[in-house]
DNA sequence: CTTGAATTATGAGCATGCTCAACTTTTCCG
DNA sequence: CGGAAAAGTTGAGCATGCTCATAATTCAAG
């Protein structure tokens, strides 16, 4: 009996001996293949009711295996922040003109670029985004990745902030500085998940006024205190 | 067999026929043994580790009649808010030296409050803080609740800031400003729950400095802009 | 007190995220 | 090639939050 339980699943889907490309280059593809299905089914269903048995199956993988790849099914959901972090500072590095704009400008761009990317995906956004906010449990693993992921994001944002001191636009604001703007993302997110605007115009409006009132305050002067 | 199931349990810890004071009564009792169960539980545990199971376990019910009292989990632990916000307000209105104290103290005092009261239950705090800030889906059952108490927090806000309007310490903020305290606080926790230093005072530096900051800010006048 | 309807309690059972021991495939080394 | 160690895969199975058909309890009317 405990010999026919493992049967080779149907051959039509996966190649059970697949020798060809090397190790590593199967693994890239199958984590790939697992992503994929991942993002598929969480923007159709949202995070919550995105299984992992329904990725595993659309991944034509078994369902241990999702968690040889990803720790967690929130550290499935991470990687998405993570390539998006990861693209946003890309962009940013390209955007020249961008680079020697005002601070205020920055930010919106940079911000309103995230909210774009994020659109689609407002359905498990939340879930994500609120779940991030957890503080680190020894216990949780993902914990330090996360981590990992928002020092990168406020070590993007210190940059920029202090070539805009460098410009003489701001004083020195330092990490205080950076941790604020991630304050204030956070608050703009929690607005953009509750607004029911057209186009979540009410959102964009926020934050353009928002921004130019904080410059204007950096700008006076109003940060020695 | 099937008519072997529904034998009387244990019937010392519960008498079977509690015929004596009324249904209403019962099911306050009930519901009482149930939030205490509840919150010895979260707070040895945390959230995540405290099961239903074991809740209803110590409120000597059924796992299923838990549930007839609250509809999630989730909703089990946002009564705690639910009372601390109420106590939280009844507290406030008793504090008469207060009611008249410069807006930054009373903020100062509300939050130091609410930090306070909050600090045992450290661990699940996190998570079901987390969690309200999911945006309301139409699915869950639970964010008219959620939305119900953060409304009440907000107006209670929104009164305070009203009466240091009215005392012309500050120009007219409205909802906006109480929405704005109401972020500034979702800032505050999250800094506390990653606050490792003694007696969390980091985070109690943090608000003194902050909210004095924003005092001046408003009395300056560059509210208007 | 009886009766039957309304209310409340019960726990087996379901779906889910995740684990783990058993199994397969690949790689390595003679 | 041979064969064994290493790396990877698998799905049964576990604990958990929650549901639902069924049973027990309560209460008012007769």
């Known amino acids: 009996m405990s010999t026919l339980i493992y049967m080779k699943k149907d051959a039509a889907k996966r190649t059970p001996k697949m020798k060809a490309g090397g190790r590593e280059r199967?693994?890239?593809?199958?984590?790939?293949?697992?992503?994929?299905?991942?993002?598929?089914?969480?923007?159709?269903?949202?995070?919550?009711?995105?299984?992992?048995?329904?990725?595993?199956?659309?991944a034509c993988i078994a369902e241990g295996t999702l968690f040889n790849y990803f720790k967690t099914k929130e550290d499935l959901a991470l990687y998405f922040f993570q390539k998006e972090t990861e693209g946003l500072i890309r962009w940013f590095r390209a955007e020249k003109r961008l680079q020697k704009a005002p601070l205020a400008e920055q930010l919106?761009?940079?911000?309103?670029?995230q909210l774009e990317y994020i659109e689609p995906y407002e359905d498990f956004i939340g879930a994500v985004f609120a779940r991030s906010l957890q503080p680190a449990s020894s216990l949780?693993?993902?914990?330090?990745?996360?981590?990992?992921?928002?020092?990168?994001?406020?070590?993007?944002?210190?940059?920029?902030?202090?070539?805009?001191?460098?410009?003489?636009?701001?004083?020195?604001?330092?990490?205080?500085g950076a941790y604020g703007v991630g304050l204030f993302y956070l608050g703009i997110v929690t607005h953009w998940l509750h607004d029911g605007s057209r186009g979540k115009q009410r959102t964009l409006a926020l934050?353009?006024?928002?921004?130019s009132f904080g410059a204007r305050m950096l700008q006076k002067g109003t940060w020695e205190w």
Request: glycine fraction near 4%; aromatic fraction near 6%; proline fraction near 4%.
């Open 26 to 58: 199967n693994k890239e593809r199958t984590k790939e293949r697992i992503l994929k299905a991942a993002l598929q089914l969480f923007r159709e269903r949202g995070l919550e009711r995105a299984t992992t048995r329904e990725i595993s199956k659309r």
């Open 108 to 113: 919106f761009a940079i911000i309103h670029r």
């Open 140 to 176: 949780s693993p993902l914990s330090f990745d996360s981590q990992e992921l928002r020092l990168k994001y406020l070590r993007f944002i210190r940059e920029i902030l202090a070539a805009a001191e460098e410009r003489g636009e701001i004083p020195p604001v330092g990490n205080l």
């Open 207 to 211: 934050l353009d006024r928002a921004l």
